[in-house]
């Protein structure tokens, strides 16, 4: 984590940069959504005082704030609005796109599938 975010110092942030950061993103949101989705972990979860989808919101902005930490080296180094506009919405997009997946399939595999390609169609564009 740390080299992707000194990367952001001396690359260009586009192109080296933020593939690097939604690949980590999409695999470790993935994991853990997938672990906080099982039956088990719901069951538990609906006798907090709070609904899951505050768990869920925490979690898009945990993944927001992991983003925009990442970048801040590019950020800096960079100092355009650009670069803050994608880590955001890298930071944003990732986690919310993990987390309405995860719902629906109750899986890692089918949210790690698509944000596997949609990586895919981000580095080639």
């Known amino acids: 984590m740390i080299l992707i975010a000194l990367l952001g110092l001396f690359v260009d942030y586009r192109h080296v940069t933020s593939p690097l950061l939604l690949l980590l993103l999409l695999f470790g949101l993935t994991a853990q959504a997938a672990r906080e989705e099982t039956a088990g972990m719901l069951a538990l979860t609906v006798t907090a005082s ?52 995860t719902v629906i399939s109750r899986s890692a595999f089918a949210a790690r599938m698509l944000l596997l390609l949609v990586w895919f169609g981000y580095i080639t564009a």
């Not at 925009?68 to 796109?97: E, K, Y």
Request: proline fraction near 6%; avoid cysteine; glycine fraction near 12%.
């Open 50 to 101: 709070f609904s899951p989808w505050r768990r869920r919101g925490a979690f898009i902005g945990a993944g927001l704030f992991l983003s925009v930490l990442l970048s801040l080296p590019a950020l800096l180094t960079h100092a355009n609005l650009r670069t803050f506009g994608l880590a955001a919405a890298i930071g944003i997009g990732a986690p919310l796109f993990t987390v309405a997946l």
